[in-house]
T-cell receptor
Framework: NAGVTQTPKFQVLKTGQSMTLQCAQD?????MYWYRQDPGMGLRLIYYSASEGTTDKGEVPNGYNVSRLNKREFSLRLESAAPSQTSVYFC????????????FGPGTRLTVL | QQQVKQSPQSLIVQKGGISIINCAYE??????FPWYQQFPGKGPALLIA?????SEKKEGRFTISFNKSAKQFSLHIMDSQPGDSATYFCAASKGKLVFGTGTRLLVSP
């Protein structure tokens, strides 16, 4: 099992460019999450998907969109990147009804110039 | 609005010592309190977790102490080792996780 995988690992964008961060899990988990991690601020929830076909906003959704493509995949899109979106992005997944443990991917380090 | 406050920001402990990290929460509806450990360049990984119906949970060298009336919980790492050097996040959940701001722990040899 690969667990939670994320691509790319690193990305540099110019202001105004768009990109999609990919996330996939092979644990048959129902719920998936996107977080951003900034120094001194911990992890903040951007969007989540409780099940295939549903998505909801988290704490900091502005400037982002998501797609739950199927049960395995959950993508995060930046339509017009801004320097404030420079961060490390983590995807996580959870088996609903289990022990509440979220499994995290290795992260994508994004720099917006 | 920070719902989970974590302290200290950083901590240096000698090998063999006890590391203590504290968290306080505001929302009494939270019903799950995990601690995550993160090494540089990696994603966070669950270390230990507790529910509010118990006051303490121990797994090896790691213990969570939970004080429901004070709305506080803490992580104790006994016999701290250099391999424990990492960033630790407390969190609280009622469906969705709310994270603290993290504590960078350095265990000196």
């Amino acid at each position: 099992n690969a667990g939670v995988t994320q691509t790319p690992k690193f990305q540099v964008l110019k202001t105004g460019q768009s990109m999609t961060l990919q996330c996939a899990q092979d644990m048959n988990h129902n719920s998936m999450y996107w977080y951003r991690q900034d120094p001194g601020m911990g992890l903040r929830l951007i969007y989540y998907s409780a099940s295939e076909g549903t998505t909801d906003k988290g704490e900091v959704p502005n400037g982002y969109n998501v797609s739950r493509l199927n049960k395995r995949e959950f993508s995060l899109r930046l339509e017009s990147a801004a320097p404030s979106q420079t961060s490390v992005y983590f995807c996580a997944s959870l088996f609903t009804g289990g022990n509440n443990e979220q499994f995290f991917g290795p992260g994508t380090r994004l720099t917006v110039l | 609005q920070q719902q989970v406050k974590q302290s200290p920001q950083s901590l240096i402990v000698q090998k063999g010592g006890i590391s203590i990290i504290n968290c306080a929460y505001e929302n009494t509806a939270f019903d799950y309190f995990p601690w995550y450990q993160q090494f540089p360049g990696k994603g966070p990984a669950l270390l230990i977790a507790i529910r509010p119906d118990v006051s303490e949970k121990k797994e090896g060298r790691f213990t969570i102490s939970f004080n429901k009336s004070a709305k506080q919980f803490s992580l104790h790492i006994m016999d701290s080792q250099p391999g424990d050097s990492a960033t630790y996040f407390c969190a609280a959940s009622k469906g969705k996780l709310v994270f603290g701001t993290g504590t960078r722990l350095l265990v000196s040899p």
